[in-house]
Structure formats: C-alpha cells, structure tokens
C-alpha cells in the first residue's frame, strides 16, 4: 500500500507560480511512477505529468510542457510540481497518484495509490 498526501494548492494571479508537493509513505523502497493530474468538475481526470522514480524519465502533458516541472526526492520520499505562468485554465484539484513498478503511461487507470487533493486557482 502506498499512501498520499498532497500540500502546496493555493490562490495566485495570471502568470503566478505555485508548488504542490507530495508526501509518500509505505513501500518507499520500490520503484515507482508517480504522477499528477487534475480534475475539472464534469470532466475526466486528466494526466498532467509522470516521473519514474527508477530512471527518472519525465512526461507531460501537451498543456503545461514548458510550464510545469515533475521532480521527486527519493530520500525524502516527496514529489513536487512546480507550476509557473499559470493561466484560468490551470485552476482545479490537483491529484498526487502512484503506481509500483516503472512508468508505462499516464492514464488515470494505471494509478492504484491516489492523494485526496490539493486545490490551485488562478484569477486574471
């Protein structure tokens, strides 16, 4: 079992920056593909971006690449997303997800492990 807890959501202005971060605990000695995605009400959850944290390879989303940055610090068992030149479009619930093993893709159902949320908004 791995559990999630994802801190860091918050209010900024068009063009603003913020960080999430995300705190893992249980079976933080294996190999996993961590993720976050976002969720707009009446929408599907959508993959924002992947870190392997075996090889570190990183994907993202055509929407935030340039962006967005994935990172994780395996000694602190955390994944981050730093998020700059945010626009409306960016403002939702954030998802912290995890898989064990190495990263195959970044849709939602490959993900078993899920945070509860973090809330970003974006206000021209």
């Known amino acids: 079992q791995v559990q999630l807890e994802e801190s860091g959501g918050g209010s900024v202005q068009t063009n603003g920056s913020l960080s999430l971060s995300c705190l893992a605990s249980?079976?933080?000695?294996?190999?996993?593909?961590m993720a976050w995605f976002r969720q707009v009400p009446g929408k599907k959850r959508e993959g924002v971006a992947r870190?392997?944290?075996?090889?570190?390879?990183?994907e993202y989303a055509d929407s935030v690449k340039g962006r967005f940055t994935i990172s994780h610090d395996n000694a602190k068992n955390t994944l981050y997303l730093q998020m700059n030149s945010l626009n409306t479009e960016d403002s939702t619930m954030y998802y912290c997800?995890?898989?064990?093993?190495?990263?195959?893709?970044?849709?939602?159902?490959?993900?078993?492990?899920w945070g509860k949320g973090t809330q970003v908004t974006v206000s021209s």
């Open positions: 997800a995890a898989q064990l093993g190495r990263c195959v893709g970044l849709e939602y159902y490959r993900f078993p492990y």
């Open positions: 249980g079976k933080t000695n294996s190999r996993k593909c």
């Open positions: 870190i392997d944290t075996g090889d570190g390879r990183v």
